[in-house]
Structure formats: structure tokens, C-alpha cells
């Protein structure tokens, strides 16, 4: 019972974070960088910061938590986040040459499988009389190998996606092209594999962050969220730079002084944020209910991801992404999904 309540916990997460782009399509009259700077400084500064508050007891504070902590896992924890941002970047990019479906299915994928295996194989070259690599046991292998393989499915369906999309059909052309306005396969699939495997470097900052808490002064439910606070401190750095740096290049510092439309865009990119968090929020809570150390726990960021990618799908469906697509393709797309929620549960049943 406590692992479903663990895997429920961490779905609600994935859904909210699979949901936190629609709020995007709300904000007005904003370029990119000015819109993703913006909700980043709530989805990674301050609602991490408020998460993090809840690790720390009565009597004590981050700033002496911190002050505390093993230097380098300090930094490397915020190392790590500086390589994410990059794959945060990338991210989306790739959610805009293939959609919210395909792009968060090859990305996350990558993610899942990396960040799941780089954490323990990197902590083990560091400190290798924690015998990290004792995690990774063979159930751990396989519910990784079954990820990837549903990944790989719907990247089929996508494919054959893109097949369907650079067909002449006349106007029905457009009319498909419309709910990926940017499609581009080659140049999307390479950045989204770029993405991953940048992305991944989250679970390994995790990882590196795992003991940075007050140990059994903090409740289980809440002890990875000073480390997923520097983690996402790291990603707002690489991405605050290169917004700002879009500011210049493109002269859109003068979307922060149209006053008319700070109220709406502040909302939705705080609701954007606070979706996003919620996936990181909901993982730290899941985790607790798997045992510190198990294969679930040690699986739990390869759940979130392939969870993400089943809801991100769900919502691609729901945005006519897949529209004009074959019975075919959206069967080998549902197969891919049935497999990927498999894959959650597949580890507990070894």
C-alpha cells in the first residue's frame, strides 16, 4: 500500500509538471526569453526556496544548513544544476521543432535512463567506499530498459508522425503543421537528445545532495528539497544568463515595461512555475514511502519521467498534436504509453 500511495504521490507530480506548459500559451505580448526568465525565478528560486524551508526544524535555517554541509557536495550539487539548466534550455527547443508530445517523450526518456545510471556510477568514482553502485541492481536495469523501450516506441510513432507531417497533402498540410507551427524531426530529435542527457544531470545533483538535510531531524517526507533547491539555484544561473543575453541580442527589454500585461503574464508564468515545482515537490514525497535505498527509491526519478512522458502525451492528444495522424501511428503511440506505465510498476513486481 505504502508504494502505491508512493507511485500515486509521484504521478500527481508528473501530471502537474507535464501540465505546467499550458499556462505558457496564456502569457502576452512576451518573447521567449522574457516569459521563460520569468516563470524560471519562480519555478526555480522561489518555490524551491519555500520547499526547502519545510526540511528545516524548529531552531535551525538553510543558511546554517548549508554553511554545514560538505563542500564539495555543496558545489557539486549546484554544478550538476548548472549543467540541468542547459538541458532545461534544450528542453525547449525541443518542445518547440516537435511538440509537447514527442519532445518531452525523446527528452525525458534520455533523462530517465541517464539520471537514473549516472548519480550512482558518478558518486562511486568520488567516494567509493559508499558502494553506490549497489543500487543499480538488475531490477533497477530492467525497469531503466523498459522505460527506454517505451520511449522508443512512441519515437517510432513519431516518426511516423513526421512521415505523415512532410507528405504533400494540399491544405490538409497546413492545417496539420498548425499544432507544431516549428515542426522539424532531424533538428528537434537532436536537441531533445541533447536535452536528456543534459537533463539528467538533476538525479545526479540529487544524488551528490542526498545527505544535505538535519538526518533524522527532518521528516523523510522532505529531505531531498534542500538539495533540489540548489540544484534548481545551478539551472537559474545557466538559464537567467542566456534570457538575459536574449534580451540584448533581440531588444525585447521592453517586454518587462508593458505594464498592461504584467498582471496576466505574472500569473501564469507563477502558475507555469508552481506546476513545474510541484513534479520535484511530489518526488521528494513519494520517495519516502519506498524506503531510502530500495530499488523503488532508487528508480523513483526514472518513474517521475516516464510518467511525465505519459502525461505529456496525454495532453499532446488533447492539443490535436497527433491530429491527421494514421490509426496506425496513434496505435503504436498507445502502445508505447501502456509500456511506459508498465515500467513503473514493473520494478515491485520483480
Not at 508528473?14 to 524560471?40: M, R, T
Request: charged share 10%.
Amino acid at each position: 500500500m505504502e508504494t502505491f500511495i508512493g507511485l500515486l504521490i509521484i504521478a500527481i507530480g508528473a501530471f502537474c509538471q507535464s501540465s505546467s506548459y499550458v499556462p505558457i500559451n496564456k502569457v502576452k505580448d512576451w518573447s521567449w526569453e522574457s516569459y521563460w526568465l520569468v516563470q524560471g525565478i519562480f519555478a526555480w528560486v522561489i518555490l524551491p526556496l519555500l520547499g526547502a524551508q519545510l526540511a528545516v526544524p524548529a531552531g535551525h535555517s538553510l543558511v546554517q544548513l548549508f554553511a554545514e554541509a560538505p563542500a564539495f557536495n555543496l558545489w557539486a550539487t549546484i554544478m550538476f544544476g548548472v549543467l540541468w539548466g542547459v538541458g532545461g534550455l534544450t528542453f525547449g527547443l525541443s518542445m518547440r521543432y516537435l511538440g509537447v508530445a514527442l519532445g518531452q517523450s525523446v527528452a525525458l526518456g534520455t533523462c530517465a535512463a541517464l539520471g537514473t545510471i549516472m548519480g550512482p556510477v558518478l558518486l562511486n568514482i568520488f567516494f567509493p567506499e559508499m558502494n553506490a553502485l549497489e543500487s543499480l541492481t538488475m531490477s533497477v536495469i530492467i525497469g531503466v530498459v523498459t522505460t527506454l523501450v517505451g520511449i522508443a516506441i512512441i519515437g517510432v510513432a513519431g516518426s511516423m508522425k513526421a512521415a505523415t507531417l512532410s507528405s504533400p497533402r494540399g491544405g490538409q498540410e497546413g492545417a496539420k503543421r498548425a499544432a507544431v507551427r516549428d515542426f522539424n524531426f532531424p533538428k528537434g530529435m537532436a536537441i531533445a537528445l541533447l536535452a536528456g542527457f543534459m537533463s539528467g544531470c538533476f538525479n545526479v545533483g540529487l544524488t551528490f545532495g542526498s545527505n544535505i538535510n538535519f538526518g533524522e531531524l527532518t521528516d523523510p517526507m522532505f529531505r531531498s528539497l534542500p538539495a533540489t533547491l540548489l540544484v534548481t539555484l545551478g539551472g537559474f544561473v545557466t538559464n537567467a544568463a542566456y534570457c538575459l543575453w536574449q534580451n540584448q541580442r533581440n531588444h525585447s527589454w521592453a517586454d518587462y515595461a508593458k505594464r498592461n500585461v504584467w498582471g496576466n503574464n505574472l500569473l501564469f508564468c507563477l502558475l507555469a512555475g508552481a506546476l513545474w515545482y510541484s513534479q520535484f515537490f511530489g518526488l521528494s514525497l513519494g520517495r519516502s514511502f519506498f524506503g531510502q535505498g530500495g530499488t523503488m527509491d532508487t528508480l523513483a526519478f526514472c518513474i517521475l519521467m516516464a510518467l511525465n512522458v505519459v502525461f505529456s502525451n496525454l495532453w499532446g492528444i488533447i492539443l490535436k498534436e497527433w491530429r491527421g495522424c494514421s490509426p496506425k501511428t496513434i496505435a503504436v503511440l498507445v502502445v508505447g504509453l501502456a509500456v511506459l506505465i508498465v515500467s513503473s510498476f514493473l520494478p515491485q513486481l520483480l
